[in-house]
């Protein structure tokens, strides 16, 4: 599978595909319905969840509900009409269960916010995080209507790498504060800031998936066997060791692991992917873990989180370990208590996470309310949007959208296991937010656009060919795709 | 390029599954583990989430649960009466755990036991409102407030027991404390705690199970119910062959009377047990031996460390390697000889239930919102005595009420036994001794208490204090208000 015209040769694109004997386009079901009627119950559930908080804490349904209610259903139902309109033949489960985990997220927050004094430094950040919601969407519509097709991406191939090592490498120029825990992730200004690592993951598989679409085939064809496996020529690998160097220094000295090992994870991924070498995979273990180690011994704020995730109760002995943080052993705490069919919305006491309850740590206290059954939908949640992000990678027809689709998809399914991995004490905890669930604004933009991205390559994908997505044309050769001038 | 991708797929779904496996062990299999976690303060504001279950004594609640609703508790705990019931009750606070019944019986008390989920359950789904179950005491308030008020500003404890069930009428130490004073969290509370446990009285040592002292005399029931039962003396009025002076075996050292001239030289059992002679208990214990002395004593309760009633009281101890002449001194309830309020007041309640000495117990039953969940079963701990043995010791004791140092305990229409006993302890005795007094009485209606009682009163004039006149007074109004008069 080494051309670049590999849907024909697969089953799941080729019944698709529409070539010169394909059916008429009207036969391909849109399945634009199907995602209404999604949306709706993405708008409902949260709703219904939104009045259920109030009810348990103030007996009352909660003054803001038809407020919350409308926006959320003004919002989905703007986007569901821009899809109708400008990707017509999108995955239709990608934008409801987006919603859907976007509402539950912000009506966690506000039940954090109705803890007031039992969270430390606790502000009200719910009206703020739906802000951030209809920006997001915002950006989606964006993207949705001004990315006519995902291949224009391709000829930002560099420029895209440029700006990834610009973003990632921006927050160690700026201060970090005690709050952060020594993870420099945040640009600031004034009180507003981002974190630029979230949107340096779109950006950064925008650049691999373009620069490996390019060196595929001299990846995968022009290596040397050496004890079994396949060496490429120093000249190929060379750029993406340099990103991939350059980001993991980066991350380093800013020492946020989680990012760190995100972006590796994303590297090895994309680069079994396009040259579809498992020596690949042996690389990037061997990588991973040598890196980890240098890492583990080297970096304090390292060392530490792994203490806190082999010993979890440690930080609440009477003479705790220096820097040490019971945010896990609360965590943990928090999800037993929950036990299997939660205690309820707004009967929990998950406040007790204190630090990062609303962000990093909003998983605690879905394992507190909702239980076990709670975790165990929101996980399935997340399974279904990464398996429709690789679905749609196996549909798309081009290359680039193969890699961009699935590199997305890995980055996004990567933060989840990371994130929710490290906050449930599976492994060392690394600074990340659970994607549309945590408080915070970056990420909630980002993986808006993310989500975008995906529409619009599903939508290329299903797309009959009689009815063609895009005016530009198709490069058909590596030299031929501007800006790749290899 | 399709391979590769439905890899990466299996790849991310076994991600996920790693995850669910993760959440199903740390909320299934370990859920419970984590919620009643020591460091999960979820348990402590649970406790308080609801009303909490009352401690009952005499049909009347001698707890509240007050709804305060704070950001954390919605409840706190009070008493009524607080200072003469917490060595029953114990405490419940925000801040400070609990302690006693309160502790042990938590799980009945806040509705978290096992035995009530069926109940929860079923409320749960009737939309009823959680509620604690009950406990209820064998505590006669009338007994209990007697026994508080005669103590009154004095340092000790008393004992009060039903010898026929073993159920405890009266449980009460003093100083005392009020529970109500830190149950909640606040500073004042804060205070109050760190007031209670620095102030050298100890009010919050429960003394009638939790301190051990040396029984003095009252012990020479035990030595005397020995010699009967190993057949040394075969009756009361058989006569001792006690010299004067008594000379501690293997040693140059004269054992002593209370005063010299009393005639306890060949005294018969009877009379030195008036009297309370040390010599001829001493040389009595030297003579039987340490072993069967120390078998006797654990056919009453001594060295048993879980004598739950279900509040465990310190072990009363009775020496394994005492030398001849440390065992003389141990059968006068000196030397190494300690025991608990309770552990006398068994010995009271043996002898008065011709020689079964039931298991005593504090808690009658427990109940959830509606019904009973269990019911104490009485049942004896042992036979400590032979019937015989425990008419003759009655036969004793009943004399020294009427003719020897108990005579302040006297009640008109019932039959009183007693023993006094003053108990030298600290560094060559130099302390201020105790005064004990260890009694039964039988009201002509059937009604029988057996009682404890002990005052350790520093204040007090040396000479001043006995058995019979500090500690005697205060068990006649025990039994008096036991028996109902």
Redesign the interface.
């Known amino acids: ?1 080494s051309t670049f015209d ?1 849907s024909s040769s ?1 089953p ?2 080729g019944r698709r595909r529409a070539d010169s004997a394909s059916p008429p386009a009207s036969t391909v079901p849109t399945r634009r319905n199907t995602e209404l009627a999604l949306l709706a119950f993405a708008v409902a559930i949260p709703v219904l969840a939104y009045a259920n908080v109030g009810l348990a804490i103030d007996g009352s349904l909660p003054t803001g509900m038809l407020g919350y209610g409308l926006g959320m259903a003004v919002l989905a139902g703007i986007a569901h009409l821009v899809t109708r309109r400008f990707a017509p033949y999108a995955d239709p489960l990608l934008l409801p269960l987006a919603t859907l985990l976007n509402g539950l997220g912000v009506v966690m927050i506000w039940r954090l916010d109705k803890a ?3 969270l430390r430094n606790n502000f009200p950040a719910a009206a703020n995080q739906l802000m951030w919601s209809g920006l997001g969407v915002a950006l989606f519509i964006g993207v949705v209507v001004l990315l006519k097709d995902h291949r224009i991406l391709q000829r930002y191939t560099y420029i895209s790498m440029v700006v990834a090592l610009v973003l990632l490498a921006a927050p160690a120029f700026f201060p970090s504060r005690a709050e952060d825990f020594g993870a420099k992730i945040w640009i600031r200004f004034g009180s507003f800031s981002i974190q630029p690592g979230e949107f340096a993951k779109i950006i950064l598989t925008v650049f691999f998936a373009g620069f490996l679409m390019v060196k595929k085939d001299a990846l995968a064809l022009a290596s040397r066997k050496f004890m079994g496996l396949y060496l490429p020529r120093g000249r190929d690998l060379g750029p993406i060791i340099l990103v991939w160097l350059l980001s993991i220094l980066i991350l380093v000295f800013e020492t946020d692991l989680g990012t760190s090992f995100l972006f590796f994870g994303l590297f090895v ?1 994309m680069l ?3 040259t ?1 070498r498992t020596s690949w995979i042996v690389f990037g273990l061997l990588m991973s873990f040598g890196g980890a180690a240098v890492v583990a011994t080297t970096e304090s704020h390292v060392k530490t989180r792994i203490n806190a995730w082999l010993d979890p ?1 440690a930080a ?1 002995s009477p003479h705790p370990p220096a820097q040490s943080s019971e945010q896990i ?1 609360q965590t ?2 928090a ?6 069919t939660g205690t309820g919305l707004g009967q929990g ?1 998950s406040w ?1 996470i204190q630090f990062a309850a609303k962000s990093d740590f909003i998983l605690g206290s879905f ?1 507190e309310e909702l ?2 059954t709670g ?2 939908a929101l ?1 399935m949640v ?2 279904l949007i ?2 429709r992000g ?1 679905r749609t ?2 549909a798309a027809r081009d ?1 680039f959208g ?2 961009l689709a ?1 590199g997305l ?2 980055a996004f ?2 933060q ?2 990371v994130v ?2 490290g906050v ?3 492994i060392p905890l690394t600074g990340m937010t659970m994607p549309f669930l945590a408080q915070g604004g970056s990420s909630v933009v980002a993986n808006w656009m993310l989500i975008a991205v995906l529409l619009k390559i599903s939508d290329t994908a299903r797309r009959p060919a009689a009815e063609p997505a895009t005016a530009i044309p198709e490069p058909t050769r590596p030299d031929q795709i501007p800006g790749a001038s290899s | ?9 299996i790849f ?2 076994l ?2 599954l ?3 496996l ?3 062990w ?3 299999v ?6 009643a ?1 020591s ?4 348990v402590k ?1 649970d406790r308080y989430a609801y009303p909490r279950g009352n401690i009952i004594a005499g049909g009347q609640a001698v707890t509240k649960s007050d709804f305060v609703n704070g ?2 508790y919605k409840y706190k705990r009070s008493w009524v009466d607080g200072a003469m019931y917490a060595p029953v009750t114990g405490y419940s606070s925000q801040a400070y755990d609990s302690s006693q019944l309160e502790k042990l019986e938590d799980g009945v008390l806040s509705g978290t036991d096992s035995r009530l989920f069926f109940r929860n359950t079923l409320d749960m789904l009737t939309g009823k409102p959680k509620q604690g179950g009950d406990v209820v005491t064998t505590i006669d308030p009338k007994t209990q407030k007697a026994a508080y008020d005669a103590l009154g500003n004095r340092k000790g404890a008393a004992v009060a027991i039903d010898p026929r069930t073993g159920a405890i009428l009266a449980l009460v130490s003093t100083p005392s404390y009020d529970p109500s004073t830190f149950a909640g969290g606040s500073a004042a509370d804060t205070k109050a705690w760190t007031d209670l446990n620095n102030d050298p009285n100890k009010p919050l040592l429960n003394r009638a199970l939790r301190e051990t002292y040396p029984p003095g005399s009252t012990f020479k029931l035990i030595t005397a119910a020995t010699a009967f039962e190993t057949g040394k003396y075969k009756n009361p009025t058989d006569a001792t062959d006690t010299p004067n002076p008594y000379i501690l075996p293997g040693t140059s050292t004269e054992l002593k009377n209370a005063s010299s001239d009393e005639p306890c030289e060949k005294a018969t059992v009877q009379d030195a047990m008036d009297l309370s002679c040390n010599t001829v208990f001493g040389k009595m214990g030297a003579d039987l031996g340490r072993d069967a002395l120390r078998a006797q004593a654990e056919k009453f309760g001594f060295n048993n460390d879980h004598l739950d009633v279900p509040i465990r009281p310190s072990a009363s101890y009775y020496p394994k390697g005492s030398s001849p002449d440390g065992t003389a001194l141990d059968a006068i309830g000196q030397h190494d000889t300690r025991a608990t309020p309770l552990q006398m007041a068994m010995v009271a309640a043996a002898i008065c239930n011709n020689g079964s000495l039931m298991e005593p117990y504090l808690v009658a039953q427990e109940r959830s919102a509606r019904d009973v969940i269990s019911t104490h079963s009485e049942h004896q701990l042992s036979q400590a005595v032979s019937p015989a043995t425990a008419q003759k010791l009655q036969q004793l004791m009943e004399s020294v009420v009427q003719n020897g140092t108990g005579k302040n305990a006297k009640i008109p229409n019932a039959t009183v036994g007693g023993k006094t006993g003053t108990a030298q302890h600290g560094q060559d005795n130099t302390g201020l001794p105790f005064a004990w007094f260890v009694s039964y009485a039988k009201g002509a209606d059937g009604k029988q208490v057996a009682v404890a009682v002990v005052v350790e009163d520093g204040a007090a004039d040396r000479n001043e204090i006995s058995g019979g006149s500090l500690a005697a007074p205060i068990a006649k109004s025990v039994m008096q208000a036991a028996l109902g008069r």
Not at chain 1, 335 to 340: A, P, Q, Y
Not at chain 2, 30 to 35: D, H, I, R
């Open positions: 599978m590999v697969t799941a694109a007031g004094g039992l991924v079994y992917v396009a579809e109760m609440f052993g943990l705490m999800l037993g208590s929950g036990g299997t006491r007790l394992g239980g076990l975790l165990m996980f997340y399974a990464v398996q690789l990678a196996l290359p193969k890699l699935v998809t890995s399914a990567l989840v296991f929710a991995g449930t004490g599976l | 390029m399709n391979k590769p991708i439905r890899r990466v797929s991310c779904l991600l996920v790693a995850l669910m993760r959440v199903n740390v909320q299934g370990q859920g419970s583990a984590w919620a976690n460091h999960n303060e979820r504001y950001l954390r």
